[in-house]
């Protein structure tokens, strides 16, 4: 007797269709995330993930390494039994454990025959052209030189408006910056979970997810949600993406060789370019231009600017070349892009044909946000 479920069933059938994992075996550069409860909870783990990711330097690989844990690590130092609330306290923690987190890494390598460098970044430095290229540039000659990469937010310096949500969120931009083939989420559960809290081993379709509190509170910001977006992002930008626990023996190796360990992201087709997912998911938007019907239906045909006479309204303040939400009427999203006016001259532009334009503008400024400057949604 079959006392399978429908949902089971359809997962069973889910699964049969999935995507294999053999492709990670071929990646060259690889982003792996490990978060704070990690290296707060085991004084091994630096050594642990050194020894791993100079077994993929020796096979050619060009491992990057994304680490929290220096707030966790200074609030030891400091004395503090819980998580400060002030940002000079977090920032004072921040200080008081970043040294401790990178002597723990220089030791781990070094003891590999390998080494390790200090990369610090806050949001601000992603989202600016000029810096985000010689972090780029930067990183290439690290990897270049067989050292690997710790990339950490600059939590001395980060304030809320130029911090990253978390560090999940700031792998997935380093994903594109590397030219990442995979990136590994480390955090302390098995996967993604499904409704009988069993790990689903391949996630394609991320339309119907939701959060099921897999992560337990404590000194971290992420949580699975987090790193699901994380995921999204990151396959974007044509990385394969795993999230799978850090305690796991030789969690990189093993999914690196393509077992079954974790929960699989295959890569997207029609991967973003650097400066499109740049757009898409580094730069935040300050406003949001609200189109008619007409529009939205040519900007999701795609392959269309988005021009002055599509655009119902305008909300926030903002300048020429800022990014910019696209939504209809109904609220919905349809893409992110950069406008080429202000929100002023947007507000007095909108609805306006190109021979209006003229008269209101003295030019006929007939495109919002130009297509090569555009990115539509999933």
Known sequence: ??????????????????????????????????????????????????????????????????SSGATALGMKRLGMTQKPSEIPWLQAAASAGQSILMRLYDEAFDAEGALSAQVLLTHSDLADRERVNNARAALSALLEANVV????????????????????QLAAMVAPLVGADALLLLTDVDGVLDDFGQRISVLDDLTNFRDRGSLTPGVGRGGMSSKVDAAAKGRRSGAAVVIAKATEPDVILRVLAGEDVGTYFPAKEGVLRARQHWIAYTLRPVGTVIVDAGAASALRGGGKSLLPVGVLGIRGEFHSGDAVRIVDTEGQEIARGLTRLGSQDAARAAGKRKDELVELLGSDKAVFVHKDDMVMGE
Do not use: H, W, Y
């Open 149 to 168: 990469p710790i990339i950490n937010e600059n939590d001395v310096v980060a304030t809320e408006e130029l911090r990253f949500s978390d560090n999940d």
């Open 1 to 66: 007797m079959n006392n399978m479920s429908d949902e089971e069933s359809a997962l069973g059938q889910e699964l049969d269709r999935a995507p294999t994992r053999q492709g990670l075996a071929s990646a060259k550069r690889i982003v792996v995330k490990i978060g704070s409860r990690a290296i707060a909870r085991d004084p091994n783990m630096p050594r642990i993930l050194a020894r791993q990711l100079c077994a993929l330097l020796r096979a050619g690989k060009s491992p990057v390494l994304v």
